[in-house]
């Protein structure tokens, strides 16, 4: 909803637990108001009416308070849009009108500055405020967007902020790290033309927050290219957050006469539940918002890389697929190897036909066995890449990004396709709409292994626009691709959570969380990306024990079950390796999986205790039902382990707990916890309530 003064010049956004103001002056400054929790009109023109702190020569009377800092006049902090044409730089707007669009309730400020038209977009979902801007050139003349970003976000007066990121690198991705800030600008982001192991284009900051209390500001950005969010504390103290598409200010695009650049969205979220209010808040926006066909379950997968990597044949995943149906998974997928010339990452990305060897009947024969077996049928591709033993290479050499003069450097033996470019596109769509069309596939693994490292475009006059049309084309195919297909579900993948955000989980089922499967390892990890993201879309996979894809770590199944179960159950083992007992095992876990899925999937989740060496534990609540899901790293000197203080729940209800038969208070499971049972190292277990 969008409250309006009398003036035109106050507006007032409300959420059902929040509310956001901002003001424009005589002098069309865009101020921000207020950002927290919901307030009248009345209130945000009370503060529309404070005078502006100042004046002193060093400062700026605008630093800090504004929606949107352009570049020009009296600002010092860094611009969030910086734009130049042949006669000048930076922007000197007028405002030209407002309106609130009839279907979304999105707010649109518009301003001109001499036929560069800058519209300012502003729309509630629920509580998350989602923010974009359009640059528009209605003039004669070229203009560069060096930087667009997409908003601004401003904080209120307290002391002691701190920053929390969603930090990481290849098979360790999105730890939470929380640490003060301090003044001047943190900058976190991606100059790797993808989004990156490296960081969540997350922020969050609090000054006194718990997982269950207290303020917490969050901002998260949807673009799965480059990026950069900037968390500037300014000398007074004033906390600006800004964020974008694209890591520097060196040029984004260059609008000719007509056209016009649409930021990604960078949305944001007040909450004073806590990082677990904030959390959950999100999720039921991406749930809501953001993913398709959020409300439908995501089946258990079987995912062949760990089992057979790339040493694959029919015979060998027809196998591999009944061992699967035995367990209980709904739906087969086979990863990497099974076109071109693809026996190892030094060959055939780029030939999107089956291997002549491996699958000499195509893969319309295994896709029929697994359905026979009752399962889906899914595949992996990563077609935004090119081996140069390939036929695409050898026939196109020059459709990869690369420098005229310069090594083209290769990352796993690959080279990146310029997506910028209409023929690549084209080509893409149709192997990709054959492949999809020849098989009855139900599901495709997208996968992204290296980053941009030569991003030229001879002959291209803007060759930097890449970097943009890239995602940009990439979207587009997907798109199409789902409207195309629409049985097919995608799972984003980028070598584990190399490109997770909320641009990509607009047009993607679920997201391959990392690369590494150690259920321990796993915990930290999940620990982190829920505090953005639902469980809806984490993948995890129960693989073989020792660990072969990282660190030889041994485990039970019971273990690297519950583990997995935290999210999108996946199976990635050995299964022709597995012992009848580990099988019949593993159906029973499969089993409680499908039973708790609605829970895990749709349902709330409480983390109850981090995985800090300890106990750890989530807790996943929908109507009349909960679940906790408790691990134990190691138990020292026989210490007792605790309890775990359950969320949610009535208090003056009583609860039955599956597993033990034993009936609970809601109050003290509330205030005094429940006893998981774990004991030693390694210990996992799933509890189930059900309130009586
Ligand atoms: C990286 C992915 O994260 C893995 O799961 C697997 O699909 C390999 N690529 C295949 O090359």
Same mark, same amino acid.
């Given at each position: 909803?969008?409250?309006?003064?009398e003036?035109?010049?106050?507006?007032?956004?409300?959420?059902?637990?929040?509310g956001?103001?901002?003001?424009?002056?005589?002098?069309?400054?865009?101020?921000?108001l207020?950002?927290?929790?919901?307030?009248?009109?009345?209130?945000? +023109?009370?503060?529309?009416?404070?005078?502006?702190?100042?004046?002193?020569?060093?400062?700026?009377?605008?630093?800090?308070?504004?929606?949107?800092?352009v570049?020009?006049?009296?600002?010092?902090?860094?611009?969030?849009?910086?734009?130049?044409?042949?006669?000048?730089?930076?922007?000197?707007?007028?405002?030209?009108?407002?309106?609130?669009?009839?279907?979304?309730?999105?707010?649109?400020?518009?301003?001109?500055?001499?036929?560069?038209?800058?519209?300012?977009?502003?729309?509630?979902r629920?509580?998350?405020?989602?923010?974009?801007?359009?640059?528009?050139?209605?003039?004669?003349?070229?203009?560069?967007?060096?930087?667009?970003?997409?908003?601004?976000?401003t904080?209120?007066?307290? +002391?002691?902020w701190?920053?929390?990121?969603?930090?990481?690198?290849?098979?360790?991705?999105?730890?939470?790290?929380?640490?003060?800030?301090?003044?001047?600008?943190?900058?976190?982001?991606?100059?790797?033309?993808?989004?990156?192991?490296?960081?969540?284009?997350?922020?969050?900051?609090?000054?006194?927050?718990? +997982?269950?209390?207290?303020?917490?500001?969050?901002?998260?950005?949807?673009?799965?290219?480059?990026?950069?969010?900037?968390?500037?504390?300014l000398?007074?103290?004033?906390?600006?957050?800004?964020?974008?598409?694209?890591?520097?200010?060196?040029?984004?695009?260059?609008l000719?006469?007509?056209e016009?650049?649409?930021?990604?969205?960078?949305?944001?979220?007040?909450?004073?539940?806590?990082?677990?209010?904030?959390?959950?808040?999100?999720?039921?926006?991406?749930?809501?918002?953001?993913?398709?066909?959020?409300?439908?379950?995501?089946?258990?997968?079987?995912?062949?890389?760990?089992?057979?990597?790339?040493?694959?044949?029919?015979?060998?995943?027809?196998?591999?697929?009944?061992?699967?149906?035995?367990?209980?998974?709904?739906?087969?997928?086979?990863?990497?190897?099974?076109?071109?010339?693809?026996?190892?990452?030094?060959?055939?990305?780029?030939?999107?036909?089956?291997?002549?060897?491996?699958?000499p009947?195509?893969?319309?024969?295994?896709?029929?066995?697994?359905?026979?077996?009752?399962?889906?049928?899914?595949?992996?591709?990563?077609?935004?890449?090119?081996?140069?033993?390939?036929?695409?290479?050898?026939?196109?050499?020059?459709?990869?990004?690369?420098?005229?003069?310069?090594?083209?450097?290769?990352?796993?033996?690959?080279?990146?396709?310029?997506?910028?470019?209409?023929?690549?596109? +084209?080509?893409?769509w149709?192997?990709?709409?054959?492949?999809?069309?020849?098989?009855?596939?139900?599901?495709?693994k997208?996968?992204?292994?290296?980053?941009?490292?030569?991003?030229?475009?001879?002959?291209?006059?803007?060759?930097q626009?890449?970097?943009?049309?890239?995602?940009?084309?990439?979207?587009?195919?997907?798109?199409?691709?789902?409207?195309?297909?629409?049985?097919?579900?995608?799972?984003?993948?980028?070598?584990?959570?190399?490109?997770?955000?909320?641009?990509?989980?607009?047009?993607?089922?679920?997201?391959?969380?990392?690369d590494?499967?150690?259920?321990?390892?796993?915990?930290?990890?999940?620990?982190?990306?829920?505090?953005?993201?639902?469980?809806?879309?984490?993948?995890?996979?129960?693989?073989?024990?020792?660990?072969?894809?990282?660190?030889?770590?041994?485990?039970?199944?019971?273990?690297?079950?519950?583990?997995?179960?935290?999210?999108?159950?996946?199976?990635?083992?050995?299964?022709?390796?597995?012992?009848?007992?580990?099988?019949?095992?593993?159906?029973?876990?499969?089993?409680l999986?499908?039973?708790?899925?609605?829970?895990?999937?749709?349902?709330?989740?409480?983390?109850l205790?981090?995985?800090?060496?300890?106990?750890?534990?989530?807790?996943?609540?929908?109507g009349?039902?909960?679940?906790?899901?408790?691990?134990?790293?190691?138990?020292?000197?026989?210490?007792?382990?605790?309890t775990?203080?359950?969320?949610?729940?009535?208090?003056?209800?009583?609860?039955?707990?599956?597993?033990?038969?034993?009936?609970?208070?809601?109050?003290?499971?509330?205030?005094?916890?429940?006893?998981?049972?774990?004991?030693?190292?390694?210990?996992?277990?799933?509890?189930?309530?059900?309130?009586?």
């Amino acid at each position: 909803m969008v409250d309006i003064a009398e003036d035109g010049r106050t507006w007032l956004l409300s959420g059902p637990g929040s509310g956001y103001a901002l003001h424009l002056t005589g002098a069309d400054e865009l101020l921000h108001l207020h950002w927290g929790p919901p307030i009248a009109l009345a209130d945000a +023109e009370e503060l529309a009416k404070r005078p502006p702190p100042g004046p002193w020569p060093f400062e700026s009377p605008l630093d800090g308070r504004e929606e949107y800092p352009v570049e020009g006049g009296p600002r010092f902090v860094r611009p969030a849009l910086s734009v130049r044409t042949g006669r000048r730089r930076g922007t000197e707007w007028r405002f030209v009108s407002y309106d609130v669009d009839g279907e979304d309730g999105t707010l649109r400020l518009r301003f001109d500055d001499d036929g560069v038209g800058v519209t300012l977009h502003y729309r509630m979902r629920g509580d998350v405020v989602e923010r974009w801007v359009t640059v528009a050139n209605g003039g004669p003349e070229p203009v560069e967007l060096l930087r667009a970003d997409a908003a601004t976000w401003t904080l209120p007066d307290r +002391e002691g902020w701190r920053l929390s990121q969603l930090h990481g690198r290849w098979a360790a991705e999105s730890r939470l790290i929380t640490a003060p800030l301090t003044y001047g600008e943190k900058v976190i982001g991606s100059r790797r033309g993808h989004t990156g192991h490296q960081h969540l284009p997350w922020a969050a900051l609090d000054t006194d927050a718990t +997982e269950e209390r207290g303020e917490v500001y969050g901002c998260a950005l949807g673009w799965s290219g480059s990026w950069r969010i900037s968390v500037a504390q300014l000398p007074d103290a004033r906390v600006q957050i800004t964020g974008g598409a694209g890591h520097d200010d060196s040029g984004l695009l260059l609008l000719a006469p007509g056209e016009s650049y649409t930021t990604p969205v960078f949305a944001g979220l007040w909450s004073d539940g806590g990082f677990g209010g904030a959390s959950r808040a999100w999720h039921a926006y991406q749930r809501a918002h953001v993913i398709p066909d959020a409300e439908r379950d995501r089946p258990v997968l079987f995912n062949s890389w760990e089992a057979t990597y790339f040493d694959i044949t029919e015979e060998q995943q027809a196998a591999l697929a009944r061992r699967a149906a035995e367990i209980g998974v709904e739906l087969f997928v086979v990863d990497d190897g099974w076109f071109g010339a693809r026996t190892s990452d030094r060959a055939g990305l780029g030939d999107w036909t089956p291997s002549p060897d491996r699958f000499p009947r195509g893969l319309k024969p295994l896709a029929d066995h697994v359905h026979a077996l009752g399962m889906r049928f899914g595949i992996w591709v990563e077609p935004e890449m090119v081996n140069p033993d390939s036929e695409l290479y050898r026939a196109r050499p020059d459709w990869v990004q690369h420098h005229p003069g310069r090594t083209r450097t290769e990352l796993r033996n690959q080279l990146v396709l310029n997506l910028a470019r209409e023929d690549v596109r +084209e080509y893409l769509w149709e192997h990709l709409d054959t492949l999809l069309s020849s098989a009855p596939i139900d599901y495709v693994k997208w996968d992204f292994n290296r980053c941009f490292t030569d991003a030229g475009w001879p002959g291209e006059p803007y060759p930097q626009r890449l970097w943009v049309d890239h995602v940009r084309a990439l979207y587009a195919l997907l798109d199409r691709l789902r409207a195309a297909h629409p049985r097919v579900a995608f799972e984003s993948c980028s070598g584990g959570g190399g490109r997770i955000d909320l641009g990509m989980l607009g047009r993607t089922d679920q997201v391959w969380t990392s690369d590494n499967t150690d259920p321990l390892d796993r915990l930290a990890i999940q620990h982190g990306f829920t505090q953005l993201h639902p469980a809806r879309v984490m993948a995890a996979w129960v693989t073989d024990s020792p660990n072969t894809q990282l660190n030889g770590r041994a485990s039970s199944l019971r273990f690297r079950f519950v583990s997995a179960m935290a999210g999108v159950l996946g199976v990635g083992g050995d299964l022709t390796r597995w012992s009848p007992r580990e099988r019949t095992e593993a159906r029973r876990w499969v089993e409680l999986y499908k039973e708790i899925r609605p829970l895990v999937q749709h349902g709330e989740l409480y983390r109850l205790r981090p995985p800090t060496g300890g106990l750890s534990a989530v807790q996943y609540l929908r109507g009349e039902q909960t679940v906790v899901l408790a691990w134990l790293q190691a138990q020292h000197y026989g210490e007792p382990v605790p309890t775990v203080r359950l969320r949610g729940l009535d208090p003056s209800a009583s609860y039955e707990c599956r597993e033990t038969g034993e009936v609970h208070r809601g109050a003290v499971l509330l205030h005094h916890g429940l006893r998981t049972g774990l004991k030693g190292d390694l210990d996992a277990t799933v509890l189930r309530l059900r309130r009586i």
